[in-house]
């Protein structure tokens, strides 16, 4: 994590392609945001980014369209959420190296996470943005795509409670994955 403060840390765009031949950014299938230097989670992706056969890029800059660094995306997790009233899904991405610029130090527990998702009914920017990340949310063309409510187990994760949907993002971001300690731990 950076040493900066949330606030003198610059909100970055991020953006997630396919990979074309030669490594560069190809087709556009979705916005993201960085939860670590070197993971990026894009709330209510497209189906294309569950696909294991297939491999993407991440672009990130600090605005768009200002010196983007295109890193590729060693690997991918979905998790989702069908459950407490709220349908949602987020993919995780791991990056194959760091990205250069400064990521907000943000660090929730997974009920915090579970509580703002809850307050937001689902609005994974609106409770990123809450829990002090510096996001950079794209305008909503309509109603997200649940493509996940009917995929395998094997590749998406759905969990019935805000509560185990926080604890697949958090364990697979790097963002809280250890659990508050209670005084009998």
Request: aromatic share 6%; with cysteine; hydrophobic share 40%.
């Amino acid at each position: 994590m950076s040493s900066h403060s949330v606030s003198e840390v610059p909100a970055l765009a991020v953006t997630v392609h396919t990979k074309e031949d030669g490594g560069s950014a190809g087709d556009l299938l979705g916005h993201g945001l960085l939860t670590s230097t070197a993971t990026v989670l894009v709330p209510d992706p497209v189906e294309a980014l569950a696909n294991p056969w297939r491999r993407f890029v991440a672009r990130i800059s600090r605005s768009p369209g200002d010196g983007a660094v295109e890193v590729p995306v060693g690997g991918v997790s979905v998790a989702a959420l069908d459950g407490d009233g709220i349908t949602t899904a987020a993919a995780v991405l791991t990056l194959v190296w760091a990205e250069p610029f400064a990521v907000a130090a943000v660090q929730v527990t997974r009920a915090q996470l579970a509580d703002a998702l809850l307050r937001n009914h689902g609005d994974q920017w609106a409770t990123y943005a809450e829990l002090g990340f510096r996001v950079v949310p794209p305008e909503k063309d309509g109603p997200p795509d649940t493509w996940w409510l009917g995929a395998p187990e094997s590749t998406v994760g759905v969990a019935g409670s805000a509560g185990g949907y926080a604890g697949g993002t958090c364990c697979s971001s790097r963002l809280c994955c250890k659990a508050p300690q209670t005084a009998a731990d």
